[in-house]
């Protein structure tokens, strides 16, 4: 397994930035495909964004123009510049490497929290 890390998360007001990252360790060179997934209470989780190892990314329709993923394997770290904050976008920000697909990933972060105040 990969060991995930994940650091900025904190609280904004709506319409200000944030960015996440997050760094493997570990099984690192095998972290493939990594991504970020979000749970808000009493809601299901939601895929946010992924980014392949070639560097094409996949993005919720909800963030889609707000949020961008990235990836710099020199570092083993992926980002997420998330824009545009809204209060909906409140929840835990898990960091998940090797994607089995749909919403199953192999490594999983510890989590950290965006609140965003409107």
């Known amino acids: 397994q990969v060991q995930l890390v994940e650091s900025g998360g904190g609280l904004v007001q709506a319409g200000g930035s944030l960015r996440l990252s997050c760094a493997a360790s570990?099984?690192?060179?095998?972290?493939?495909?990594m991504g970020w997934v979000r749970q808000a209470p009493g809601k299901q989780r939601e895929l946010v964004a992924l980014?392949?190892?070639?560097?094409?990314?996949n993005y919720a329709d909800s963030v889609k123009g707000r949020f961008t993923i990235s990836r710099d394997d020199a570092k083993n770290t992926v980002y997420l510049q998330m824009n545009s904050l809204k209060s909906e976008d409140t929840a835990v920000y898990c960091c998940?490497?090797?994607?089995?697909?749909?919403?199953?990933?192999?490594?999983w972060g510890q989590g950290t929290q965006v609140t965003v105040s409107s």
């Open positions: 980014i392949r190892s070639g560097g094409s990314t």
């Open positions: 570990g099984r690192s060179s095998s972290a493939g495909t």
């Open positions: 998940a490497a090797e994607w089995l697909g749909g919403i199953t990933w192999r490594s």
